[in-house]
């Protein structure tokens, strides 16, 4: 049994069974992936394959279990080789990030630029998805860190940090009556056009429980995994938005107005994430550092210092 036949497995149940795509990733001739799972196959003395005539179409039982085993292997493997490279090769990589668009627009920025100029010779890559997408890249070993609020709770096989905490604000072209209303209520939000994220995102699933709980339904005209988008709404006259407020930009949004909403919802925390059983290289260590210094909160602070 080689590494590369549990690899083409591995590869062939994430791209759904497509032989052709499973070779293009590993650069590999179609043949090649074939020869890899019919010896793979005849290793393990059992179908691993689910067949409509020569199509592969899915995992048997037995093939559902190696599929598993086989990608806990290449983790370990990844595992293996990480150890070394921290001894050898301790300055230079690859360190792949999963973020979601809020995250990687509007907090990575300057963290990623600190962490560049410690380690010029560290690759990085930005992978964005919804917070769902991110679990499952971390769990599948594609991406090595994910940043996000949403989706990161107790999931098995993963350790999640909380760095910080933070709430939502309103924004509104300059003028509208929201802006100078002395007192914010649900109710008063519920008077007007929301815009603000779909479910699953940037704490979408607080701000609905929070008029759920006080018997309110706002009146959300359109939704959006994008804060960019949210404003661009909001620019154009659909609704007041209802954006994380770390995302308004006084210089960039000067043409809206913000409002703190933190009396109204509750507190979100955001949370950097990777696989219980994978090794962390310094880099890797030394990002978390750097993320969850430079994202503590005042507030967090205080705590820390008292």
Same mark, same amino acid.
């Given at each position: ?44 003395? *059992?179908?691993? @394959? ?7 179409? +899915?995992?048997?039982?037995? +093939? ?5 085993? $086989? ?115 649900? $109710? ?10 779909? @479910? ?9 429980? $929070? ?53 109204? @919802? ?24 750097? @993320? ?12 820390? *210092?008292?």
């Amino acid at each position: 049994m080689e590494l590369r036949q549990l690899r083409s497995l591995v590869t062939l149940v994430e791209t759904h069974f497509n032989v052709s795509r499973t070779a293009e990733r590993l650069h590999l001739v179609q043949s090649a992936v074939t020869q890899h799972l019919k010896h793979l196959e005849r290793e393990i003395g *059992a179908p691993l @394959f689910v067949r409509q005539g020569k199509r592969l179409v +899915g995992l048997t039982e037995v +093939g559902e279990l190696v599929a598993r085993y $086989a990608a806990e292997a290449l983790r370990q493997t990844g595992n293996i080789l990480a150890v070394g490279r921290d001894h050898v090769e301790e300055a230079s990589g690859v360190l792949r990030l999963g973020a979601t668009h809020t995250q990687a627009r509007y907090v990575l920025p300057p963290v990623i630029r600190r962490f560049a100029s410690a380690y010029p010779e560290v690759e990085l890559q930005i992978h964005q998805g919804t917070p769902g997408q991110l679990v499952d890249l971390v769990l599948r070993d594609r991406v090595d860190l994910a940043i996000c609020t949403e989706a990161l709770g107790d999931e098995i096989g993963l350790h999640a940090i909380p760095c910080y905490r933070w709430n939502r604000g309103l924004i509104a072209s300059l003028g509208h009556p929201l802006l100078d209303l002395e007192s914010l209520t649900l $109710a008063s939000l519920c008077e007007h056009p929301l815009v603000t994220y779909v @479910f699953g995102f940037t704490g979408r699933s607080g701000f609905s429980d $929070a008029f759920a709980k006080a018997g309110l339904r706002p009146r959300v005209v359109l939704s959006a995994a994008d804060t960019d988008v949210i404003k661009t709404y909001v620019r154009e006259g659909l609704g007041v938005g209802i954006i994380a407020a770390l995302a308004y930009q006084p210089e960039e949004d000067a043409d809206l107005g913000l409002r703190d909403l933190s009396a109204l @919802f509750p507190w979100e925390v955001t949370k950097i994430a990777y696989a219980r059983d994978k090794h962390l290289r310094k880099y890797h260590q030394h990002f978390i550092d750097s @993320f969850k210094a430079h994202t503590r909160s005042p507030i967090d602070r205080a705590k820390a *210092a008292a």
